[in-house]
């Protein structure tokens, strides 16, 4: 095992020249003054913070990008992007909500308590009715979250040990854990807990999976798939009739520069970006504001250790591989300095391991170098495949080539599209690649992201990494630490040992840039995101009176 | 006449022989493309036996020529399938998508017959001037070889940065009244149509030279005939079979879908609508807008020949127009 705690030393101007060339031709550049970490807050924890004097309502247009996909289906317990989360959020509600803190705070359940360990006692809004009028009850909650429970859906792994869910009075509702779970609650803020009508989807006059009926903010008017969506405020929102959003289009528009010319022009009056090229594109537009929201979402390579007489079954060879990626080149110059690394717990999140303690950051390049001499895959070619939909990675991968180079190992990189991406990463078996690119979504709760790393509980990846007892039972504990203290030694241990085995290699934060036109928008954007949720705190926008 | 006739007929058959050909192929395509429709819309994080019922639901777990007989036998009795994706008829959705790509060929049309064949003419005719044949060279030279997607990127920034009053990257809401419309569709079919002028007018360049040294044009010459009437009656009437050939073809091929236009300016086109079938494995949208396509290419081929037999039964008997 390769573990020598030495200062790394880097070479990155060849790759830094090389990515400058991609650069030029890709005309990505570094903005100035912009980045994540010196980006002015409006507020703490806020990018920006809606200005309270503007009184108008009105309607809004936003365009977003595909992403993963716009819109998985209409039912939120089988939600798995980012981009469901959001849009289906306008309509669902959950009960418990993530601050700009990433505390935990309430929603639908107005409080609640935990009298041990594995009970929580929450008190219910009742007051909150579904759009369709009819007031939310006790009912509704059991039966949404043990329909979540039971689904058997990626985020039923994420509720945790739930034992039994009851109602416990009008306006109570008590879960009982078998064992405790730091990251419960962490679950219970995102779109696929949200609370249904389950009286309607139980007596059968609605059909989850082709209508959206919720207690949130908005209610859908028309939906093209993979176009548009258009919502209302909806009047029974328990948050009043106020909102100054009262209409919202929503628009997919795939193209990064096609957004950028509806937000210049005035024809969308928010848009999201995945380059950082915006920041300094849109930086003399006018009365354009852009924002670098950071995500707990990171990009990783996957190092297949699952292939029959692939050199990466050797793990020194994995980690040789791993300490030769720079993260901090890659935040530096793929994104401009706008990204930051992280470990297996997103660094932006409390509680998150250190990036610097990592064993591979402790190693050093002629250690990785020596390695691959010795165990003779000197002069291997790895095929590193990515997906073409986000053209950031094709340059991440451009660096990580370079910064293998300097090990001996030759990189060869593929581009597919998702489809076919998705079936040789995570279809075939084993995977059908070396060296793989992607991005996990980082949720709210250090925690949350580490059980991707046991393919006993993830599945996904069984076709490149393997089963490690150790690295389970980090896992499983990093989960059920609830003391901060030592929860913090779990996670460090949990990150070094996963640095170790280098299956999944975290790499730095996957960016979301946000623009807005202030002449026509004021909104509150929050500092960090965990759910990928652009649209968390838009009841809060402001319109200027003109708008109306 | 029965020679015709018989010409005819054989390229009608040669043309459903080719639809069959393009439905054999573009169904084997799909299918053998990495990569499925589970894939896509179950994510990474499925398992294999959520995989497998979601393929059984679609019956794409079927041997593949039960599947192509079954789609074969659906588009004959007029059902073009369901969008795995959107669970609406195929039909549908083609319906909705069709007059946006048809809307756009048009007004990529009249800019092409505006300003590509009346260019052509003039340098066909001032072909021995240096001014003449230097513009023809550089604007058939530089439509022909800018890309689409140069093109278009480059409008998209210049028409936005600059605030000239031309929504650029606003959604198109195609359908939202004349006004609008043809705002939406004015910049893309400016992209899309300089290849077309370029390609057309240097066919009618070319056609409007070749006609110039005939016999008949220096006889209208001696008549003391005026140029314009010599234009006009001697030579379009001649250039008017390859400049038609040509303008047919582009018709069909914009039919088709422009997809890279379409993709750039946000247009819910028939292109675009392909693209977005193909990315997600929607196998239905993907074979019907396919089979479109090629079907308004062959019919169009096949009408534009039919014409030109008809006109010139000397195509019937050498398989070629006379000069």
Known sequence: ?548 | MLQQLRWSAGRVVSALITLLGVSILIFAAVRLMPGSYEDIILGPLASPEERAALAAAYGLDRPLVLQYFSWIGQIFSGDLGTSFVTQTPVAVELGARIPVTALLTVVALVITVAVGIPLGVWTGVRSGAKQGGAIGRVVSGLGISVPEFVLGSVVVFVFSRLALGIQVGGFSQVGAGFGPTVQALLLPAIVLSVFCVAASARTTRDAVMNVLVEPHIAAAVARGETPWHIVRHHVMRNAGIPILTLLATITAYLLGGAVIVETIFNIPGLGSFMVTGLDRRDFAVVQASVLFAATVFIVVSLVLDLITSALDPRVAVTGKAGS
């Open chain 1, 1 to 548: 095992m390769l573990k020598l705690p030495r200062k790394r030393a880097r070479v990155a101007s060849g790759a830094a020249l090389a990515l400058g060339l991609a650069c030029v031709l890709s005309s990505c550049a570094a903005p100035s003054g912009t980045g994540a970490g010196e980006q002015e807050e409006a507020a703490p924890g806020f990018l920006a913070v809606a200005d309270d004097a503007l009184d108008g309502q009105g309607a809004l247009t936003v365009q977003l990008d595909y992403d993963t996909s716009e819109a998985d289906g209409l039912d939120p317990a089988t939600a798995q992007t980012a981009r469901s989360w959001s849009i289906m959020g306008l309509v669902y509600e959950t009960l418990v909500t993530a601050d700009e803190n990433f505390e935990i705070t309430p929603e639908l359940a107005t409080s609640w308590e935990q009298p041990d360990d594995t009970t929580y006692v929450f008190t219910i809004d009742t007051t909150a009715t579904f759009s369709n009028g009819r007031a939310l009850t006790v009912d509704d909650v059991v039966g949404s979250l043990q329909r979540q429970v039971d689904s058997m859906s990626v985020w039923s792994g994420q509720m945790g040990p739930v034992e039994s869910i009851e109602a416990t009075g009008d306006d109570q509702v008590t879960v009982r854990l078998s064992s405790p779970y730091a990251p419960f609650l962490a679950a219970l803020a995102n779109t696929p807990a949200a609370i249904l009508p389950m009286q309607e989807v139980e007596d059968g006059s609605l059909d989850l999976t082709t209508t959206m009926l919720g207690t949130g903010p908005y209610t859908v008017d028309a939906h093209r798939q993979d176009e548009s969506w258009t919502f209302s405020a909806n009047p029974n929102w328990r948050g009043g009739d106020d909102l100054a959003v009262q209409t919202l289009e929503l628009q997919i528009v795939d193209q990064e520069t096609t957004r950028q010319a509806a937000l210049r022009e005035g024809s969308a009056g928010l848009a999201n970006f995945g380059s950082i090229d915006a920041l300094t594109q849109l930086a003399d537009a006018g009365d354009v504001r852009v924002v670098n929201q950071t995500q707990s979402d990171f990009y990783y390579v996957n190092v297949n250790s699952q292939v029959e007489g692939s050199p990466l079954q050797d793990q020194d060879v994995r980690f040789a591989i791993n300490t030769a990626i720079d993260r901090q080149a890659i935040a530096d110059i793929v994104f401009a300095g706008e990204s930051a690394p992280t470990g297996v717990t997103p660094s932006n999140l409390p509680g998150a391991c250190a990036v610097d303690a990592l064993p591979s950051e402790q190693a050093s390049l002629d250690d990785a170098r020596q390695v691959i001499e010795d165990s003779g895959a000197a002069g291997t070619t790895l095929d590193m495949i990515v997906y073409t939909s986000e053209p950031v990675m094709g340059q991440i991968a451009q660096l990580v080539q370079q910064q293998l180079a300097e090990i001996g190992v030759t990189v060869n990189i593929e581009q597919f599209d998702t489809a076919t991406y998705n079936a040789r990463v995570f279809t075939a078996q084993p995977g059908d690649f070396d060296l793989s690119l992607g991005w996990f979504a980082g949720y709210v709760d250090p925690s949350m992201v580490t059980k991707w790393w046991n393919p006993e509980q993830a599945g996904f990846n069984v076709g490149f990494t393997g089963v490690h007892e150790d690295l389970n039972e980090l896992i499983t504990a990093g989960a059920e630490a609830t003391d901060p203290d030592e929860r913090a030694t779990v996670l460090a241990d949990l990150c070094a040992t996963a640095d170790e085995y280098s299956e999944i290699v975290p790499l730095v934060h996957r960016p979301s840039i946000i623009g807005y036109d202030s002449a026509e928008l004021s909104p509150t954007i929050q500092s960090n995101e965990g759910y990928g949720d652009i649209f968390r705190d838009i009841t809060a926008y402001r319109l200027p009176a003109a708008s109306e």
